[in-house]
C-alpha cells in the first residue's frame, strides 16, 4: 500500500479518554431485550471487535453507538461527546458505513467516492482508496452494477474518505471472496496504525482474530467474554500438554519429577498428555524427562482454543447457532 499516512492520516490530535464507552447499554424492541446490559470501551487508535452470532444484538449496539438509535437505558460517550445530543459535532468525526444505504443505483462508483469526499475539508485522495480498495477498475462502473463484495468496498471508502477519527464497521467483509477480505484487513490494519478507532462487528472468528485488539463477544445482547482475542483463546489451555512418543512409556517417573497436582496419561497408543499449569519449566521438564529415556517426543504441543471454542464453552453450542 502506498503512501498510507498522508493518505489516511489523521490530523487532529487524539482525544483524552476513550473514543468510545458504553455503560449499562440497554434497547428493547417490544418483548425481545436486543441488547441486554453491555459495558464497552474502544481507546483511542485500537480494533475493538463485537463478536456474536445472528441475532446478538451487534447492529443494535453500534447504530446506538453512531447515534442512529436512542437507547432504553444506559450511556453512550463518543469521542467525549453525546452521539445524538451532539450530533452535529460528532458526524464529521466519525465515519460510518452504510449498507447500501443512500448509494444512487445510477452513479458510477468513482463519483460517489468523490461526492463524498467533497463533503469534507481534509478528505483522503479518492484515488488512493479507489487503488488499496481494488476499484479502480470499477469506478465507471454503477452503483447497481457492482458486484455484493464490490459495493461494501465502496461503502468503505465512502465511510474513510472524511479521515475520521473514529471508524464503524458493521460486517465489513460480508459477502466479500478471501482476496478482496485480506485488502480490506489491511486496510483497516492501515487505519489503526494512523492512530484511528474502530468499532467492528463480525460473526468470523478468523476476523476477529487478524485485526482486533480488544474483543467483546456478545450472545442474545450480553457479554459472555472479553479480552483480548489471545487472552481468550490462551485462557485456560495452558493447562494441556500434548505430545506423541513410542507407545507403553511408564510415566510415574515423569510424575514424579513434575511439581505436585500435575497427573500424566496415554490417552491413545503413543499420544500422551499432561495436565498442569504448563509454564516454561513444566515444558522442559517433559522434554528433559524423554531425553533422559532417549525418547523423541513429536507433534508437542500446548493446546491453544479458537475462538469458536470459547463461544462453545461459554454458551453450550456453536457460533453459527
Ligand atoms: N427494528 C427492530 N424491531 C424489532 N426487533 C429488532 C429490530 N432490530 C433488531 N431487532 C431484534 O433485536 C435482536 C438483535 O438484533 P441485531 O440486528 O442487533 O443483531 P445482530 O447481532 O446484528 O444480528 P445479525 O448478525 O443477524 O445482523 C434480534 O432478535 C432482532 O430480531
Redesign the pocket.
Known sequence: MSSPSSAAGVTGAAAAGPALSVKGLVKR?GD?T?VGGLDLELQTGEILAIL?P???????TVEICEGFQSPDEGEVTLLGLDPIADNEKVRSRIGVMLQGGGAYPGARAGEMLRLCAAYSADPIDPDWLLENLGLVEAQRTSYRRLSGGQQQRLALACALVGRPEVVFLDEPTAGMDAHARIMVWELIDRLRADGVSVLL?T?LMDEAEELADQLIIIDHGVEVAKGTPAELTSRGAENELRFHAPRGLDLTLLETVLPEGYSCSEFSPGGYLVRGQVTPQVLATVTGWCAKINVLATDLRVETRSLEDVFLELTGRGMRG
Open positions: 424492541y425481545t436486543a456474536g445472528n441475532g446478538a444484538g451487534k447492529t443494535t462487528t460473526h
